[in-house]
């Protein structure tokens, strides 16, 4: 069974099944039947307010965000499915802050539970910088089945890595 670099550190039972759903070939009509809801968020504009209802919804004190856009450069097989930086600008006597979110242009066609969970992954980097439990336990306060949409995510990007060889 050859390593699937989505879903290192998981348990080899875990990954045999997987292995045996890409040999039954059937590992995308899992996903599909799972996720087969599509989303309308095609342009950056959409892509800006998306983020914002749930910047609104979760997070409405933290800095306000600046730019958020699909961008094509993002190398998803890099595992950068999207990034975050923070950028402040002295005005006058005061310093203000503003946050970028870039997103993979590969979930502008995704499932639109996918294009959620990095949303909401991105999002929470406003609060938290680091991978850690109050990183995530943010993430599942705004989307409470977050665990499993990553690990399903891994599983659709696994599949999109299959389908290109």
């Not at 309308?40 to 933290?62: C, E, I």
């Amino acid at each position: 069974m050859e390593p699937f670099k989505y879903l290192a550190g998981y348990p080899a039972h875990v990954l045999e099944r997987v292995h045996a759903l890409i040999e039954q070939d059937r590992l995308g009509t899992v996903l599909n039947d799972k996720y087969d809801q599509v989303h309308t968020v095609r342009t950056d504009g959409q892509l800006y307010d998306y983020v914002q209802a749930l910047k609104d919804r979760h997070l409405r004190q933290s800095v306000p965000l600046g730019k958020v856009i699909y961008d094509g450069k993002l190398q998803v097989m890099k595992h950068a499915l999207g990034t975050h930086t923070s950028i402040s600008r002295a005005h006058g006597g005061k310093l203000k802050a503003s946050r970028e979110i870039r997103i993979a242009s590969v979930f502008r066609d995704a499932p639109a539970d996918f294009l959620k969970m990095i949303v909401v992954h991105e999002l929470a980097h406003i609060r938290e910088a680091e991978h850690d439990k109050s990183f995530y336990r943010l993430c599942t306060h705004m989307e409470p089945d977050y665990h499993q949409l990553e690990f399903d995510l891994r599983l659709y990007l696994t599949h999109l890595d299959v389908c290109q060889r």
